[in-house]
Nanobody, 111 residues
Framework: VQLQASGGGLVQPGGSLRLSCAAS????????AGWYRQAPGKERELVAT???????NYADFVKGRFTISRDNAKNTLYLQMNSLKPEDTAVYYC??????WGKGTLVTVSS
């Protein structure tokens, strides 16, 4: 099983990024999946999740700004991030069933 996250980078406050997480050896369509993040000096925290039925859940601090989705044909999980804030700076990790984790992709929000 491999999860490969990508799409991070440097963006100005108010900007947008879309993170992707491509999976091999396991299906996003059949399992619970999500995005977590870890800022420097802080613990990893949940950002957004999606169930096998497509139900989504978001942390309060990203509601209305971030959208989690998946493409079953591509077996890829996405996180669309809009209206980014400096406090969104973190390494973002994707997970499938909270058992398998990608290596993370760094998002830096700074002017």
């Amino acid at each position: 099983v491999q999860l490969q996250a990508s799409g991070g980078g440097l963006v100005q406050p108010g900007g947008s990024l879309r993170l992707s997480c491509a999976a091999s050896g396991i299906s996003f369509a059949l399992n619970f999946a999500g995005w977590y993040r870890q800022a420097p000096g802080k613990e990893r925290e949940l950002v957004a999740t999606i169930t096998s039925r497509g139900s989504t859940n978001y942390a309060d601090f990203v509601k209305g700004r971030f959208t989690i989705s998946r493409d079953n044909a591509k077996n890829t999980l996405y996180l669309q991030m809009n209206s980014l804030k400096p406090e969104d700076t973190a390494v973002y990790y994707c997970t499938n069933s909270v058992r398998y984790w990608g290596k993370g992709t760094l998002v830096t929000v700074s002017s």
